[in-house]
């Protein structure tokens, strides 16, 4: 079957919140799935015009919150409205502090975030580039040093039909499983 048109059905897509604050330090959040790790200590989003957009190039930061099954709601509700007509940190009822090393706020409610500065930003193009300076995560969302999605619930979002989704199981390690048809136990 052919499917016309331009409907994504690229997977994964992130639910990530991005936290910003206005020129006056008001803090404003909202919901993208355009973006991904671009490099080590990297991330970039690909974003249209928000208040967000505007925030981030008066102060050259943001934090980046993962959305989970948790924090769905709000996540959700900081995409339906306009941070420009609505005070959507007091709205949602969210508890807000400075974080520690970026002009941006950190969402509480939320148990991993990502504190970036802002390394490029085009305004044509909506491409924005962000050095992750600082991790942020819950000791509830950890095992052996590591987040681990099987405490943390990070929750996707499907562009094709208009859901959020659960990160499943483990099926397999990356590097290794291969390994069986390339017969031999190298690890890569």
């Given at each position: 079957?052919d ?39 990297e ?15 008066v ?26 007509k ?11 502090h ?22 490029s ?45 659960k ?22």
């Amino acid at each position: 079957m052919d499917i016309k048109g331009s409907q994504a059905v690229i997977l994964p897509e992130g639910a990530f919140v991005i936290g910003t604050y206005d020129a006056e330090g008001k803090p404003d959040a909202m919901i993208a799935a355009w973006g991904a790790q671009s490099d080590y200590g990297e991330i970039t989003f690909f974003l249209a015009k928000h208040k967000t957009t505007e925030n981030i190039k008066v102060t050259k930061a943001f934090t980046v919150a993962f959305a989970t099954e948790e924090t769905m709601v709000i996540s959700d509700y900081f995409g339906l409205v306009s941070g420009n007509k609505d005070d959507k940190i007091f709205k949602s009822g969210v508890h807000v502090h400075k974080a520690p090393h970026v002009n941006a706020p950190v969402i509480e409610e939320y148990p991993l975030t990502l504190e970036c500065e802002v390394k490029s930003y085009d305004d044509e193009t909506g491409i924005l580039v962000g050095t992750i300076v600082n991790e942020l995560a819950d000791d509830s969302i950890m095992t052996d040093g590591n987040v681990d999605p099987d405490k943390f619930h990070p929750i996707l979002f499907d562009p094709g039909t208009g859901t959020y989704r659960k990160i499943g199981p483990v099926v397999g390690k990356a590097f290794h499983v291969g390994l069986q048809i390339r017969n031999d136990t190298a690890e890569w």
